[in-house]
């Protein structure tokens, strides 16, 4: 198993900047990627960022040149810089991680962490 413990808690003003950063703890060795995922009220769960074992990474069109994924050397931790915030990046931000072991894919994923962005 996979435990993660987002941390981050943020309240900002549109233009500012935060880092929300997942701590991830148990198999970290069968992560192969991990990412973060938002939820806005109302709405459906999408990803944000991921990163893989390889150190690629994407985004969603929506925060790219805005928000940078980054991972400490083994999946300790992974953090997300998130700039020029704006009010529609209000949200519960969610850490999962992808694990591969013994032919199965799995996923697990923390509490979540709210981010409020004021206008």
């Known amino acids: 198993q996979v435990q993660l413990v987002e941390s981050g808690v943020g309240l900002v003003q549109a233009g500012g900047s935060l880092i929300v950063s997942c701590a991830a703890s148990?198999?970290?060795?069968?992560?192969?990627?991990m990412g973060w995922y938002r939820q806005a009220p109302g709405k459906q769960r999408d990803l944000v960022a991921k990163?893989?074992?390889?150190?690629?990474?994407n985004y969603a069109d929506s925060v790219k040149g805005r928000f940078i994924i980054s991972r400490d050397g083994f999946w300790n931790t992974v953090d997300l810089q998130m700039n020029s915030l704006s009010p529609a990046d209000t949200a519960v931000y969610y850490c999962r991680a992808d694990i591969y072991r013994d032919g199965h894919w799995d996923a697990y994923w923390g509490q979540g962490t709210q981010v409020t962005v004021s206008s």
């Open positions: 990163i893989t074992r390889g150190d690629t990474t």
């Open positions: 148990g198999r970290v060795d069968s992560i192969v990627a």
